[in-house]
């Protein structure tokens, strides 16, 4: 099966923009999850969905947005970009909600 | 603050040699998992164990889990220069919504 997939995987944006990451989980997983890593912080749970409702979301800001399509590919936008929110974006899916398979991740700088 | 606060931080060993690392908790759990994360990549799931397991190998990992200390344990043995990453333990809390991860331990293995 092929694997988790993210795009772009590099991004750089400017403050005040908006931006969009996009999440291709593996074949027949419903459910995906988003992270934020950064090195002050370590990893935060950001929102999860599942059969394209959110079932649960973190303690981030409404700036950090997401959905999730029919085939279970998911977004996640964050709008009105901070310096704060340059980071690593992991996005992972999961057939059971246990084991999670994580994808190589979305590098955004905000410049 | 983090669910899960992995111990040592960082650990430097030679090839060959086992490391062990540790993951305290604060909360009852339903499980414990082990990720691995090369350098700025996806996390790669290791290990899984339930509350009511106290004891699970695959490979050369082993993993303990003692509950009444809120605590666990992994151990590589014979390690390897490939085994080099940052290691996360990842807590599903009773009740809980998504999986905590704590700040990680990053292991180097020297030749």
């Known amino acids: 099966k092929a694997g988790v997939t993210q795009t772009p995987r590099y991004l750089i944006k400017t403050r005040g923009q908006q931006v969009t990451l996009s999440c291709s989980p593996i074949s027949g997983h419903r459910s995906v999850s988003w992270y934020q890593q950064t090195p002050g912080q370590g990893l935060q749970f950001l929102f999860e969905y599942f059969s394209e409702t959110q079932r649960n979301k973190g303690n981030f800001p409404g700036r950090f947005s997401g959905r999730q399509f029919s085939n279970s590919r998911s977004e996640m936008n964050v709008s009105t970009l901070e310096l704060g929110d340059s980071a690593l974006y992991l996005c992972a899916s999961s057939f059971q909600g246990i084991e999670q398979y994580f994808g190589p991740g979305t590098r955004l700088t905000v410049t | ?111």
């Open chain 2, 1 to 111: 603050s983090q669910q899960g606060e992995e111990d040592p931080q960082a650990l430097s060993i030679q090839e060959g040699e086992n490391a062990t690392m540790n993951c305290s908790y604060k909360t009852s759990i339903n499980n414990l998992q082990w990720y691995r994360q090369n350098s700025g990549r996806g996390l790669v799931h290791l290990i899984l164990i339930r509350s009511n397991e106290r004891e699970k190998h695959s490979g050369r990992l082993r993993v303990t889990l003692d509950t009444s200390k809120k605590s666990s344990s992994l151990l590589i043995t014979a390690s390897r220069a490939a085994d080099t990453a940052s290691y996360f333990c990842a807590t599903e809390e009773v009740g809980g919504q998504n999986f905590v991860f704590g700040p990680g331990t990053r292991l180097s293995v020297l030749p």
